[in-house]
């Protein structure tokens, strides 16, 4: 598996200089091909140093976020709407100017449990906003990847299939699905199943586990994930994604509650998942060509 990535919040929540260097390295010493940066604030970082740094690593680059409150793109609020859309151009620029193409994350309502369900005035609002955003993301070559979240962190899309009528609502081709394990297992059907009806709409992967701890010692069956996206030729990014409270974010950490401290030793814990998703995809690959081989007497 080439394009490998790991979620920056394994290394460090922090965003100095040498939190960002020290995590730019493990991540290229440990083998993965991309970090992911999530709620990154220009403000108190270097881009353009960050960018050099990342390009100089030969690493890729993504950036998620989940809309905050004051920014839900699918409020009946004309002024919450107007600054969700600002939050989400000012990512798609950050993203740009990192060198990436990929804005992943909660993009299409706010992050964090609904007291409502969503209304149809909500989906029109926010369709009619992320297209918007999306047409000029186009102008800087970057993809808006629709994380897929489970009913207690979003109201709007907690299935794959809600997403799909999501994006074909926009009729944009740089929008997107964000799928991730930890998610689909609590509210797919079938996990595998979900992933073969999304096929050509996939765009980002996260790989979690049903606690967020160790890949392996939950209760996903990733080798029917792995199944399905050797099935589907999936061929983009695949990103290791881990939360544990001896690294915290102020806002992620409370959102997705992280109580429980689940590993420590955040090296091992990288080593450990590059080694578990690069085998579990290329035992997948070994099951796919038994299948299909004729074996006919020679
Ligand atoms: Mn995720």
Not at 14 to 37: C, M, V
Not at 250 to 255: A, C, I, N, W
Request: no cysteine; hydrophobic share 40%; proline share 2%.
């Amino acid at each position: 598996m080439s394009k490998l990535g790991i979620h920056s919040f394994v290394w460090s929540a922090g965003s100095s200089r040498d939190e960002l260097e020290r995590a730019l390295q493990k991540t290229h010493d440990l083998g993965y091909n991309l970090i992911e940066f999530s709620y990154l604030d220009p403000k108190q970082v270097d881009v353009d140093w960050l960018a050099k740094r990342i390009a100089s690593l030969n690493l890729s680059v993504s950036v998620s976020m989940g809309l905050p409150q004051e920014g839900d793109i699918s409020s009946e609020d004309a002024s919450i709407v107007k600054n969700g859309e600002a939050i989400l151009d000012n990512a798609v620029k950050l993203v740009r100017d990192l060198g990436g193409t990929k804005l992943a994350g909660i993009l299409n309502s706010s992050h964090g449990k609904q007291e409502k369900g969503p209304t149809r005035k909500a989906w029109d609002t926010s369709v009619s906003t992320l297209t918007k955003v999306a047409e000029r993301a186009k102008g800087s070559d970057v993809t808006l990847n629709l994380e897929i979240v489970n009913r207690f962190e979003s109201n709007m899309l907690n299935t794959a299939a809600q997403g799909l009528a999501f994006i074909a609502d926009t009729g944009a081709s740089n929008v997107l699905l964000h799928l991730d394990t930890f998610h689909m297992n609590i509210e797919e059907a079938d996990v595998g199943l979900a992933i073969r009806h999304a096929a050509d709409k996939i765009g980002y992967i996260h790989i979690g586990e049903s606690h967020r701890g160790f890949l392996g010692t939950g209760n996903i069956n990733f080798a029917a994930i792995f199944d399905a996206l050797v099935a589907i030729g999936y061929d983009d990014y695949v990103t290791f994604e881990s939360f544990s409270t001896a690294i915290v974010d102020e806002d992620l950490s409370l959102k997705t509650a992280i109580w429980r401290n689940l590993w420590t030793d955040n090296v091992e814990l990288a080593d450990h998942a590059r080694r578990f998703i690069s085998l579990g995809l290329e035992t997948a690959k070994r099951k796919a060509e038994l299948v299909a081989a004729p074996h006919t007497p020679g």
